[in-house]
């Protein structure tokens, strides 16, 4: 399976999660001049920037360890270029799905807010 492939089946597992715990879809791989916001989501009056990490194994190590700091530093860029293109103010998180898909069992790790 190719790394788009993968991508796009851990992000339908973590939106089909987000759905399941009352988050609104407002919109999927958002592109910015800084790279991509996998999924923005809102509940309540908050807008949640979640990035998507899926494993199969842990080959390349544990989907948190990919979160590495330029990864963090990119999609602090991304969110903001998104909320200055909406000219509004947004009371927002970034937020972190870890999925993993190992030996027929499927574990979700949720970070609500990765700056906490």
């Known amino acids: 399976?190719?790394?788009?492939?993968?991508?796009?089946?851990?992000?339908?597992?973590?939106?089909?999660?987000?759905?399941?715990?009352?988050?609104?879809?407002?919109?999927?791989?958002?592109?910015?001049?800084?790279g991509e916001i996998d999924i923005i989501a809102k509940k309540e009056a908050v807008f949640y920037f979640v990035e998507v990490k899926y494993r199969r194994n842990l080959n390349y190590g544990s989907a948190r360890e990919a979160l590495t700091r330029q990864k963090i530093s990119h999609l602090k860029k991304s969110v903001l270029h998104y909320i200055t293109s909406q000219s509004v103010y947004l009371d927002y998180k970034v937020s972190f799905i870890g999925i993993y898909d190992m030996n027929g069992r499927l574990d979700i790790e949720w970070l609500e807010n990765i700056f906490e």
């Open 1 to 34: 399976m190719n790394k788009r492939l993968v991508g796009n089946k851990g992000e339908a597992i973590a939106i089909k999660w987000l759905l399941e715990h009352q988050f609104e879809m407002i919109t999927q791989n958002y592109y910015t001049p800084y």
